[in-house]
């Protein structure tokens, strides 16, 4: 997986609540065993018409609007479980997910496919698409070592919470085969010293 440590970028606003795993991506493409060209269909029946052409009023479809994070209403990545809503995003190009509140298996899903999900207050996720509807350039800074996401144009901030397990593993690109991997010597060493 890519490392994700600082992430400075424009976003894309969803501000949808309780947009669902299927809405995401929809379930007629999960017979897909790898996790190529899921990030064309993410939100497809939102972002396509029946006959494949662009939907003109949708987000993704919008030329002002990009970045690699998503700033979507709250409860996102409820529904199913399926991964492949977390394959679609990072597929798409998506890096950080900001919401109020996300699907605990959502959240676990985005977490083990390099994506990191922030869960900011309310209040402050009001501040961020306040922010991006006066400036679709409206910058975020991400700092994963510090936990902190920022509007740049404001100052405004505010701390997240992540489990220092998949923190790790965000900082250093791991999935949990390679965290496993990267304690080989230790457990080398500890083999031994029992022999």
């Not at 900001?98 to 994506?115: M, Q, T």
């Not at 510090?146 to 923190?167: L, M, N, R, V």
Request: proline share 5%; aromatic share 12%; charged share 25%.
């Amino acid at each position: 997986m890519d490392k994700i440590e600082f992430v400075k970028s424009t976003c894309v606003p969803l501000p949808i609540e309780d947009v669902d795993t299927d809405q995401i991506i929809p379930a007629r493409f999960l017979k897909a065993t790898t996790k190529e060209g899921f990030g064309d269909n993410l939100f497809c029946d939102w972002r396509y018409n029946a006959d494949g052409s662009p939907k003109e009023d949708f987000v993704l479809n919008n030329p002002i609007y990009s970045g690699e994070i998503l700033v979507a209403g709250k409860n996102f990545g409820c529904g199913s479980s399926r991964e492949h809503a977390a394959w679609a995003i990072h597929g798409y190009g998506f890096r950080v997910l900001v919401s109020s509140f996300f699907a605990d298996i959502f959240k676990g899903n985005a977490l083990n496919n390099g994506i990191l999900p922030i869960t900011v207050s309310q209040e402050f996720l009001d501040q961020v698409f306040k922010a991006i509807e006066a400036d679709p350039k409206a910058i975020l800074e991400v700092s994963l070592p510090d936990q902190t996401i920022t509007i740049a144009a404001s100052g405004a901030q505010e701390s997240f919470d992540i489990d220092p397990y998949k923190k790790k593993c965000l900082l250093n690109g791991y999935d949990d085969i390679d965290y496993l991997l990267s304690l080989t010597d230790k457990v080398k060493a500890f083999e031994e010293a029992r022999i």
